[in-house]
């Protein structure tokens, strides 16, 4: 019993868990015009991990289940982070999964389940908990993809998904079992001092480190391990697309830090793999940017967007210290609040047999609905990096941080790059703002839509007028948990 | 003693009222949108006269300093302050906007509220890059302005108006997003520090100064607009609003001069004097040779805007010929040519809100429908080029006066434009105006409304006085030039 000890640590886990459990029973005896009681338990369930979450929260790591599982204050801001987003994404997702039969009890249960799976990644202190995490999280996305039996696209995207991923679970795997003989413990804190001991198994190591790392850039979506996500947001329902190009990369940036950082971090192991990862962003911002012009369908069109976000997320880890890492942190969670209004936008348009996925359904918005015209127009803005909304600073602090460690080059690639990325951002802002209306059908979203999407939109400017409590915040993430 | 933080209230007056308009909502309430944006321009405009009040032109710094922190985890402040030559471009901001609020009045009728919140946010933003003094916060000012340009731009332009509001927020972007990474460079330089006074004290060597010279040059070149990186101008020119046209060349314009000013000029002193050939070549380049390119214009906003890229070549040449003489000439062409251009587009735009045509060809004899207008247009054209007794001449002259202590071909080539500025602005006034009526529309024009004899006479004033009596311009921005070219005269280089 002592080895388990103490609990507190993944409390959210335990009740999320058990809340699952309890919500899959229970939404056998519901009827499907009651099917909103399932809505909210599962919004209740999150509500829950928060408040628990919020409580247990502490300033020093705190290891517990022998090692293997980690509290700390990295863990506890992104699983907050995690809680919100998810939250919103039931709200935003409630409509349009009603509208296509997807509004049922195995709906919320995937995205329990894979919410724990996000939970489990991101306070893992051992590569196999690490990889529970990222199976539960797969498994549960893989179904949810193809939640919607019907149709040929959203099946034939599954399959990708899941053949493409079992692959990169295989490399990852592959490459945790490298480490293992290398090091002889697959705990990431006592990884991290076998190493630092022993030089000489280094190259087993990197050997180990181009698989893991090649893992990391599929679950990430970076170039050039990128061909499945193109295809996965475009086929799956956009319920489910808003949740996989959001929250998953929350996890993985975890992912990254406690495998790459804290397991591997040694100088010399450093070295190897920030050099692997300066050579998958720059490649993630030129398939990224130069692919997303071609496109006129705006889920591809953000998938590509996704792939370059993610070129410019491992700059700011690869860049390394505790500026890079907070920076890499400030980003992605920058990256989440973004990428959840504009997939949310795509939602609202969306009505009973008519998906807005397509660039010119987006045309005239500002005639027909000016208000949701500006919140995607700070979204893309936003997106594009431009000031006063927060993507600029997200940019600002990665660029700053690969400029302090010595790579001003990147910096230069990278801001090339993102003028590149302006243009179709920009093209956005043209059809909703300089293009006559195409279609003249009412937009009425519910009321809890219409203000979280509001929220949304309007935290994007607020956060790039005060970045500073963000900032801060992931500063200190970094600084209690390195 | 407690004071009102005036140049936080230059800013975010316009910028909150400019959210209120936007709160009017629909074309319904456009009345209260035009009526609203009209209260937020003046009292924008009222907020910064005690700034010229209360100025001392002998002080030397920056006043009306307010420093709050703001993102503290990269030591960036919200600090502002003034010197005369940030005073004399905000006055002209706030003026010019009170001035394109009434000018769209009646001739915006499509989504009023927008238009109208655009224009108020953006002399905020504008007035912001103006007092910021802090690297970061300059620069965020800096590229939010293109924001509502390209809105502007967009939304109310002429048929092409797409095709030129991607070509100016792009090209725009590339330019500020490498000074970007120079600001960068210099914040580890300074110990980490995104002051533009320490900038100011940082050492540099020779060639970290060129690189930062060079990355600067990409954002402000692109303003000014500078030979060869214009070509976006007459685009954007062309295509948007008259509104829009007026503040894009009577401000906008002015980021780049005043960047040049603030950010180069001071901190990469030795770059600016290794490169000062360079960048007078292109300043007469522009002066020489877009002259001649606007004497074969055929559009008459085209015309005005290869002008004004001729005349901004003034400014440019005036800054890096670093002596008293010629930068406050440079200041005054600035000021001069944001009262001249902004008046010569509201001209065209007074005819184009009659004919829908901006085409030379399409006028004739429009002195003889509208004589009150002609004589406006007359003098704004003698203005353009440089007669003396407006405040076009005392700006060239001044810049002629400063190149001829540096060299003789200077002022020689900068002079030219005094006949092709004559020739090209005269030709086309000309064309437009006298001769017989041209056609049956001609025929039927009618005179300017009160409205826009008020906005055309109120800029005349403003273009005469300055003309006679400068001195109140040239007052404030002595201490201030002093400044710069001191800093400029101290060598950065370690040791």
Redesign the interface.
């Known amino acids: 019993m002592q080895y388990i000890l103490p609990l507190w640590p993944a409390h959210a886990e335990i009740f999320l868990l058990a809340m699952a459990c309890v919500i899959l029973i229970a939404d056998l005896f519901v009827r499907d015009e009651n099917r909103g009681i399932t809505h909210m338990l599962t919004q209740l369930t999150l509500a829950g991990c928060a408040v628990i979450t919020w409580f247990s929260a502490n300033d020093d790591p705190t290891h517990t289940f022998s090692g293997m599982f980690v509290g700390d204050l990295m863990a506890d801001v992104l699983k907050l982070t995690t809680y919100f987003v998810v939250m919103t994404i039931l709200v935003y997702a409630r409509e349009y999964i009603t509208l296509r039969g997807m509004f049922r009890g195995e709906f919320f249960a995937l995205v329990l389940f894979a919410t724990l799976g996000l939970m489990v990644m991101i306070s893992a202190n051992h590569l196999l908990t690490l990889y529970l995490g990222l199976e539960l999280l797969s498994l549960s996305l893989y179904a949810m993809v193809a939640l919607q039996r019907d149709s040929a696209q959203a099946t034939e995207a599954a399959m990708k998904y899941f053949v493409l991923g079992a692959l990169a679970s295989g490399m990852l795997l592959y490459g945790m079992s490298m480490v293992y003989g290398a090091a002889g413990s697959l705990e990431i804190t006592r990884i991290a001092a076998l190493i630092a001991d022993d030089g000489a198994k280094n190259v087993v190591l990197v050997f180990g480190l181009v698989f893991l790392v090649a893992g990391i850039g599929f679950k990430l979506g970076a170039a050039p391990f990128h061909m499945w996500l193109p295809d996965v947001y475009h086929g799956a329902p956009t319920a489910v697309t808003l949740f996989i190009g959001t929250v998953p990369k929350l996890a993985a940036f975890a992912f990254v830090i406690r495998l790459l950082v804290q397991a591997l971090g040694t100088e010399e192991i450093q070295g190897h793999w920030q050099q692997m990862l300066a050579v998958m962003a720059v490649l993630s911002l030129i398939v990224g940017n130069i692919t997303a012009i071609a496109q006129t369908n705006l889920k591809r069109m953000l998938a590509y967007s996704t792939i370059s976000h993610m070129g410019f997320l491992l700059i700011g880890i690869l860049a390394g210290g505790l500026n890079g890492y907070a920076s890499g942190m400030f980003y992605v969670i920058v990256y989440v609040l973004m990428s959840l209004g504009a997939f949310g936008m795509i939602l609202l348009l969306s009505r009973r047999n008519f998906e807005a996925e397509n660039l010119d359904d987006f045309k005239g918005l500002n005639q027909r609905r000016p208000w949701y015209a500006f919140l995607m127009l700070l979204l893309m803005f936003s997106m594009a990096g431009v000031p006063p909304t927060v993507g600029f600073y997200a940019k600002f602090a990665v660029l700053q941080a690969i400029v302090e460690a010595g790579h001003a080059w990147l910096a230069v690639i990278a801001v090339i790059f993102s003028l590149i990325g302006a243009f179709y951002y920009l093209r956005v802002v043209k059809l909703m703002y300089f293009d006559d209306a195409q279609d003249a059908a009412p937009i009425v979203p519910r009321a809890d839509v219409q203000v979280l999407l509001s929220v949304n939109g309007i935290a994007v400017l607020a956060f790039g007028i005060f970045p500073q409590p963000l900032l801060a915040l992931c500063v200190s993430a970094i600084i209690a948990s390195l | 003693m407690y004071s009102l933080p005036l140049l936080s209230l230059a800013i975010w007056v316009p910028i909150g009222f400019g959210v209120l308009v936007l709160a009017t ?2 074309d319904r309430n456009a009345h209260m949108a035009r009526v609203l944006a009209l209260i937020g321009a003046v009292l924008g405009l009222l907020v910064t006269l005690p700034l010229y009040m209360g100025f001392s032109p002998a002080l030397g710094g920056f006043q009306y300093v307010q420093k709050l922190e ?5 030591n960036v402040n919200y600090h502002l302050g003034i010197d005369g030559i940030s005073l004399l471009l905000i006055l002209l901001n706030s003026f010019t906007t009170v001035i394109v609020v009434v000018a769209g009045w009646e001739i915006i009728q499509k ?1 009023v509220a ?1 238009y109208m919140a655009s224009f108020l946010i953006l002399s905020g933003l504008m007035n912001g890059v103006f007092c910021a003094l802090d690297a ?1 916060l300059f ?2 000012f800096f ?2 302005t ?2 509502p340009m ?2 502007i731009i ?2 109310w332009g002429g048929a092409r ?2 095709y030129a ?2 070509k100016f ?2 090209y725009t ?2 330019g500020s ?2 000074s ?2 120079a600001l ?2 210099l ?2 330089a300074s110990n980490g520090s995104f002051s533009l006074l320490d900038f100011y004290d940082t050492p540099l060597t020779l060639t970290a100064q060129v690189l930062i010279f060079f990355a600067f040059f990409m954002a402000f070149a692109v303003k000014v607009p500078m030979w060869p990186v214009h070509t976006w101008l007459p685009d954007a020119h062309v295509e948007a609003p008259t509104g829009g046209s007026v503040v894009l060349a009577a401000i906008m314009l002015k980021l780049g001069g005043y960047g040049f000013l603030r950010l180069s000029l001071p901190i990469v002193p030795d770059a600016s004097h290794a490169l000062a050939g360079f960048m007078i070549f292109l300043s007469l380049v522009a002066v020489v040779y877009i002259g001649l390119v606007a004497l074969v214009q055929t559009d008459m906003k085209k015309l005005i805007a290869y002008s004004s890229i001729s005349h901004m070549g003034f400014v440019t040449l005036g800054l890096f010929i670093f002596n008293a003489q010629g930068m406050e000439g440079a200041v005054i062409q600035m000021i001069s040519h944001g009262f001249i251009s902004g008046a010569l587009f509201l001209c065209v735009g007074v005819l184009y809100d009659r004919m829908h045509t901006r085409a030379i060809g399409d006028y004739g004899g429009v002195v003889n429908t509208m004589p009150v207008f002609a004589a406006f247009f007359m003098l704004f054209a003698m203005a353009n080029a440089g007669l003396p007794g407006t405040s076009g001449f005392v700006g060239e002259f001044t810049v002629i006066l400063g190149a001829m202590q540096s060299n003789f071909w200077f002022a020689f080539l900068a002079a030219t434009t005094l006949i092709f500025g004559a020739a090209y602005t005269l030709w086309m006034y000309k064309r437009v105006i006298f001769g017989a009526v041209a056609n049956r529309h001609v025929a039927e024009l009618k005179d300017i409304n009160l409205r826009e004899f008020m906005v055309l006479g109120v800029l005349a004033v403003a273009v005469l006085v300055m003309g006679v009596w400068p001195d109140p311009v040239a007052e404030v921005m002595h201490t201030a030039v002093g400044d710069i070219l001191a800093h400029v005269s101290n060598s950065k280089l370690p040791e």
Do not use: A, D, K
């Not at chain 2, 703001?70 to 990269?74: A, F, G, R, S, V």
């Open positions: 909502g629909s703001w993102i503290e985890t990269l989504r927008q970061l620069y965020v590229e939010s293109l924001i390209f809105i967009g939304i108006r797409v509001s991607m927020f792009l972007l590339l997003l490498l970007l990474v960068i460079y914040y580890f």
